[in-house]
């Protein structure tokens, strides 16, 4: 893993938009079955650290909200995709959300855990703010668009945002979007607590 040679403490946006785009191009695993589900569940269990987000149908009528659609779930090598309308809710999932052993870290993780709670009831544990370690480091930037470029010195697309979560074939697209978010949270993480533990912080001049 490679550490950056500096760290700006903020990244404007014409900065972010000069660095190479870049998506997760290893292993997706499309879950859409319970079974599917526990069985990948099982292997998550064993990850101490794993990239997390969510994805909803966006909403474009005040008062009208959705379901979270799916849920990702990152490993050093793979991105799971769980489908929730077709995998049980989170009932299949629930051991890992529950789970102290096993880390999940994403930017605005309380509010995706405040989602699914809404969705199942579940006992959150192991689900930790992204932006706590980077802000450690005195990077002032919040954004995992801007995490990304200023920490692995890639930049992620945006385009998927606002499809159709609730679809029931995901486009390539959407998935290669959805693994991509998660798996660059665990990767961010990885890399501020390597400089953290180094004794590495933001430079003081910028």
């Not at 490679?2 to 903020?10: C, D, M, S």
């Not at 990702?72 to 090598?77: G, K, P, R, V, Y």
């Not at 995709?81 to 809710?89: H, M, P, R, V």
């Not at 930037?141 to 979560?165: F, H, N, P």
């Amino acid at each position: 893993m490679n550490l950056p040679q500096r760290i700006p403490r903020r990244l404007a946006k014409d900065a972010v938009n000069a660095i190479p785009l870049r998506q997760f191009d290893g292993k997706i695993i499309l879950v859409d079955t319970k079974e599917q589900a526990r069985s990948a569940v099982e292997r998550l269990l064993l990850c101490p650290l794993l990239g997390f987000d969510t994805e909803t149908r966006p909403s474009f009528r005040r008062g009208q909200h959705f379901d979270p659609a799916i849920v990702q779930l990152a490993t050093d090598e793979e991105v799971f995709i769980f489908q929730l309308a077709k995998c049980g809710k989170l009932s299949p999932l629930i051991p890992v959300l529950e789970s102290e052993k096993n880390l999940k870290v994403c930017v605005g993780v309380q509010e995706d855990v405040r989602r699914l709670k809404e969705f199942q009831k579940f006992i959150p544990g192991g689900f930790e703010e992204l932006t706590r370690t980077t802000d450690a480091l005195g990077i002032e930037d919040r954004s995992l668009r801007k995490l990304c470029a200023i920490l692995l010195g890639i930049r992620i697309s945006k385009r998927e945002q606002t499809s159709d979560w609730s679809r029931d074939r995901l486009t390539d697209g959407q998935l290669r979007y959805a693994a991509t978010d998660a798996w660059v949270s665990r990767q961010i993480h990885e890399v501020a607590s390597k400089l953290l533990s180094q004794g590495i912080t933001c430079d003081e001049d910028t």
